[in-house]
């Protein structure tokens, strides 16, 4: 039986340095969402999530005014470092009114528990007939590390899907959410995106995206559970050259604010 503690959600943290290292492919596979936001210069553009600031700059570079936003101090660091005018704010506390033609976000959304909170505060922030374009962890992503992490953190009377609650919803599911908060949904697609790891491969993968996972465990225990996570995953996500694949599905979608 497992104890309470598999009931407590994690934080998850960020590391600039680490990210950029690890989880650069993230930015880099992103021109498909970028190319559905279609930047304008001179629209008022929010990067919800906007991480270090790798595609804020490449949607400034359009011509529009970016503003980013995130929830890690380190991330937003590195975001004014790299010139851009970047803020700290929980996604579940956005403070904006009519004020962005769209919202952007690449790969956060999943992050943020409050989902409802979050989608009332994007369609506040848009202007009527505003976009908000995004991609997201879709139904399905990182299944297999998912299933690995479960069986490994059990030991220390840990859910590990429970305690990260990240959200992959399904199309439907997340279409049906948007309409309730005042969206026009013009197009919403679930694809899987199998992803080359860089070269800390899936190691680097966990030390990178389940940080606040595993920083609950003792160092000896951290240690000892990173080297059997990446044990169980070897079979199914690295291949006979040691390259290792992540599981991913993304959701991608466009919709519009009809107020």
Request: charged fraction near 25%; include cysteine.
């Amino acid at each position: 039986m497992f104890s309470p503690t598999m009931f407590t959600m994690t934080e998850q943290t960020w590391n600039a340095t680490q990210y950029a290292l690890n989880g650069r492919f993230v930015a880099d596979l992103a021109g498909g969402v970028i190319d559905l936001l279609d930047p304008r210069p001179g629209e008022q553009i929010l990067d919800l999530g906007c991480g270090d600031g790798a595609l804020t700059k490449k949607i400034a570079a359009s011509g529009a005014k970016v503003k980013g936003v995130d929830s890690s101090e380190s991330m937003v660091a590195a975001a004014r470092a790299a010139g851009m005018d970047a803020k700290g704010m929980d996604a579940d506390a956005l403070d904006f009114d009519h004020e962005f033609d769209a919202v952007f976000s690449n790969a956060a959304l999943h992050w943020m528990r409050n989902q409802d909170t979050v989608l009332a505060g994007v369609h506040r922030a848009l202007k009527p007939g505003g976009r908000f374009v995004a991609e997201m962890g879709g139904h399905g992503n990182i299944a297999a590390i998912q299933v690995a992490l479960r069986a490994v953190f059990s030991k220390h009377g840990i859910d590990a899907i429970e305690a990260e609650q990240n959200y992959f919803p399904t199309p439907a599911a997340y279409e049906s959410r948007l309409r309730h908060h005042g969206f026009d949904v013009h197009y919403i697609e679930l694809m899987p995106r199998p992803t080359p790891l860089p070269q800390g491969g899936m190691r680097g993968w966990l030390e990178t995206f389940r940080r606040g996972l595993f920083e609950r465990l003792r160092d000896a225990e951290r240690e000892e559970a990173i080297q059997e996570t990446v044990q169980l995953l070897k079979p199914v996500l690295c291949d006979d050259l040691g390259k290792w694949t992540a599981d991913y599905v993304r959701l991608r979608f466009l919709a519009v604010s009809l107020s």
